[in-house]
C-alpha cells in the first residue's frame, strides 16, 4: 500500500503564512508528480500547485506570488509554503501524487486525507 500523510493546517490571520507537508510512505520505487489540490465548502476541489520530479514547478494564477511548493526526494515529502494569506484561501488542502509502487499495480495515483487550513479576516 502507498499512502499519503498530510500535516500543517491550521488557523491563520490574513496576511500570515502556514506551511504544509505531506509524506508518501509505503511500496514506493518513485514518485513522479505531487501536487496540492483545495476544497473550499461548497465548492469543487481546485487544483493549487504542482512539482514534477525533475523540480520543474506550475501554479494557480490564484496562487501565484504567495505559495511556493517544493520537495525532497530523500523523504517523499512535498511542501506548500502559503504567505500572505488571504480568507479566500480557506479550504481543506488535498495532496496527490503519482507514484510508481515496488508492488503491482506499478503505476498508482494516491490522495492524502486532507488538512484544514482557516484564514480569517
Known amino acids: 500500500q502507498v499512502q499519503l500523510v498530510e500535516s500543517g493546517g491550521g488557523f491563520v490571520q490574513a496576511g500570515g503564512s502556514l506551511r504544509l507537508s505531506c509524506t508518501a510512505s509505503?511500496?514506493?520505487?518513485?514518485?513522479?508528480?505531487m501536487e496540492w489540490y483545495r476544497q473550499a465548502l461548497g465548492k469543487q476541489r481546485e487544483f493549487v500547485a504542482g512539482?514534477?520530479?525533475?523540480?520543474?514547478?506550475h501554479y494557480a494564477d490564484s496562487v501565484k506570488g504567495r505559495f511556493t511548493i517544493s520537495r525532497d526526494n530523500a523523504k517523499n515529502t512535498v511542501y506548500l509554503q502559503m504567505n500572505s494569506l488571504k480568507p479566500e484561501d480557506t479550504a481543506v488542502y488535498y495532496c496527490?501524487?503519482?507514484?510508481?509502487?515496488?508492488?503491482?499495480?506499478?503505476?498508482?495515483?494516491?490522495w492524502g486525507q486532507g488538512t484544514s487550513v482557516t484564514v480569517s479576516s
Open positions: 496527490n501524487a503519482i507514484v510508481i509502487a515496488t508492488v503491482l499495480p506499478r503505476w498508482r495515483e494516491v
Open positions: 512539482i514534477t520530479s525533475g523540480g520543474s514547478t
Open positions: 509505503g511500496t514506493i520505487l518513485s514518485i513522479n508528480d
